[in-house]
């Protein structure tokens, strides 16, 4: 029974995860001015893309937290940049060199 029950919380834990993990966003190409109007959610997935894609990582664990710095640097930039015609993916590479994410 108690097996049961780990088994069961896993399943259930595993089934709430599954939708950040696997949403993909869509911003990868848009300009920092659509990303000041899209929704956190889409800001998140997308910068999870990108981090997993250009840093080469595939473990949502430790994606997660540089997707995170990431999303807060764009956003960053993205409030304080006159040319809202910058590409997000443009402005991600920036800020994970900014960041130190990037290998020399």
Known sequence: MRIFILLAAWVTASAIASPQQTASGDLHHASLRDWNQAADANRFATASDLVERILNQHDPIAVRPKARMVQACISRVAADFQQGGQTVAD???????ELG????
């Open 101 to 104: 994410m990037l290998s020399r």
């Open 91 to 97: 402005t991600a590479v920036a800020c994970m060199a």
